[in-house]
């Protein structure tokens, strides 16, 4: 059975790429079967996972998208990058933006990407969405064709306090599209354990969202260390599998697996 996870928040820099590399990358060294999907015209995704310009691909998710709502068949080895850790990317480009312009008079305008996420099931055990920082019809898109919705968040006051906004969005779209989507649970990330505020941070959380979702027990430490990753275009276990960062994140991994 595949399982299909958003990796959702607006806000940008809360880590949902880092998240979707390593989170990925740990179910692959689990021996899972894994896709994940770019689909944020940013294209940072791609380029974490070595694309360098994402632009320059012949296909990407945009196209394949455009192929859908043009009612065309969609063949799944279309645009598929394996990466050398043994993870399947569908990249994205900033070609995206334009199909969220064609969406808005597509039918079912909705249910575009989920559409692909439906043929790739049998191939994978589980398939990562890496959603864009917007909750625009790209962003519905990507909830509606989840399973579950994990949501990174930033060890800091302020993006805790703008989760509300999110979660409406994610009560939206179970009510009008995707009535069996649930919280795979909140990650809260770039934790600077020694701090007070930290501590702090961490019963807002509790306080505000506890009742409602889960939040996972693994926190991800900040560690400059994460972010060479991108620009090395592998994962923090490639980089250093005894790194705290790879260490949380293989704990992660062990609990959404657990989830199953
Ligand atoms: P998003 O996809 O939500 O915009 P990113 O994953 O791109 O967020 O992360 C934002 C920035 O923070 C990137 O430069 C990334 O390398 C860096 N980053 C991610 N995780 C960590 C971490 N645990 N510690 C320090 N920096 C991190
Ligand atoms: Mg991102």
Known sequence: MCKVIAICNQKGGVSKTTTTVNLGVGLVREGKKVLVIDADPQGNLSQSLGIMNPDELDVALPDIMEQIIMDKDVDVTEGIVQHEEG???????????????????????????????????????????DCMPSLGMIAVNSLTAADSVLIPVQAAYLPVKGLEQLITTICRVKKHLNPSIRFEGILISMLNARTNYAKDIMELINEYYGDSIPIFESKIPFSVKASETSAAGVSIFSLDKKHPVAKAYEELTKEVIAHE
Not at 93 to 119: H, Q, W
């Open 87 to 129: 993870l399947d990317l569908m990249p994205c480009n900033i070609n995206l933006s334009g199909v969220d312009v064609s969406l808005v008079n597509a039918m079912s305008r909705e249910f575009v990407l989920k559409t692909y996420v439906e043929s790739m099931r049998e191939f994978y055990d589980y398939i990562l969405i």
